[in-house]
Every structure is written in C-alpha cells, then in structure tokens.
C-alpha cells in the first residue's frame, strides 16, 4: 500500500532541500522514504509553488482543456511525462492514461510502448507468417507509423475542437 505523507512533511522536505541543501536521497532516509518521492515533490514545488504540495482529493474532473493540453505537451512537445505530470499539478498515473486513452497505447515520439505486452505479442502475431526478419520488422515498423499517423489526426482534430470552443 502506498504511504501517504502530510502536507508538513511533504513541505519540510522542500525546506530541507533548500535551506539546508539536502540531497533528495537523505531527506528520503531522513523521512523513510525513497529519493524519487521527494524529487516529485520538489518538483510539483518548483512549477506549482505550495499548492502543488497539497494532498489532493481522489476522483478530481478536470476539463477537457486541461486535458488537451497535456496530451499534447506529451506527444507533440515531446515533454517528459514527468515534467508534463509536475508542470500541471498533476498525478503521473493521470498523464499516462490520458495520453494511452488518446493515442491508443501507440508508441510515440520514441517513448516507450504504452500498450501491454498481450497486445504487443498480438501485433507481432500479424506478421509471424514473414519469413524474411528484416521484411517482418520493416512490416511491424510500417503498421506501428500508420497506428501512430491516426493517433495524431485525431489528436489534432481534438486540439482544433478545443480552439474552436474557445472562440
């Protein structure tokens, strides 16, 4: 189960760091936990100030401009789901489901696969009949891009749907 720290502490952490310029790993041991959560939370501090440290409500609604702009920080700008997750006081989980939801779970902009190996293991299924390995590969290649030019399209006819409600 994952612990959830105070605003207190969650704040006294950032003080430590930049009063007495601890290291994110010994405000981690200093606290009992790991250096990636305290990293977060500087973070959420450095682009959202103290609001970024407060514990939020679970099952938030955000709009869907909110929404259209983190997806295309992600995929057209090319952000960091990390940095992305900090800059919009937002949880990592939520900027990943919302890019997966968007794209499909399609590979872009070289980031990782945001789809499950089971649907990874069906894909490659396609083309197990290709004898040639390297016929085979430029096969999946080609079936990712054409996954990956749709996913696009409807981002930007998302993104154009939002502009045009705002006008």
């Not at 794209?103 to 945001?114: A, I, P, R, S, V």
């Not at 290709?130 to 399209?153: G, Q, S, T």
Request: aromatic share 8%; net charge positive; glycine share 4%.
């Amino acid at each position: 189960m994952q612990r959830v720290f105070s605003f207190e502490i969650r704040l006294e952490a950032v003080r430590l760091h930049e009063e007495e310029d601890l290291s994110p790993g010994a405000i981690a041991k200093k606290i009992g936990t790991v250096h990636s959560v305290v990293e977060r939370w500087l973070k959420l501090y450095k682009y959202n100030g103290i609001e970024g440290l407060k514990i939020k409500d679970y099952n938030q609604q955000y709009d869907d401009d909110l929404k259209s702009k983190v997806i295309e920080q992600v995929t057209v700008q090319n952000i960091p789901y990390t940095r992305v997750a900090a800059m919009n006081n937002l949880s990592l989980s939520t900027v990943k489901r919302w890019v997966i939801e968007s794209t499909k779970g399609l590979k872009l902009n070289g980031k990782k696969n945001l789809i499950t190996s089971e649907e990874a293991a069906a894909i490659r299924e396609k083309f197990k009949h290709v004898k040639n390995p390297e016929i085979r590969k430029i096969m999946e290649k080609n079936y990712w891009l054409e996954m990956e030019n749709e996913a696009l399209k409807k981002l930007e006819a998302l993104t154009q749907n939002q502009q045009e409600k705002k006008q």
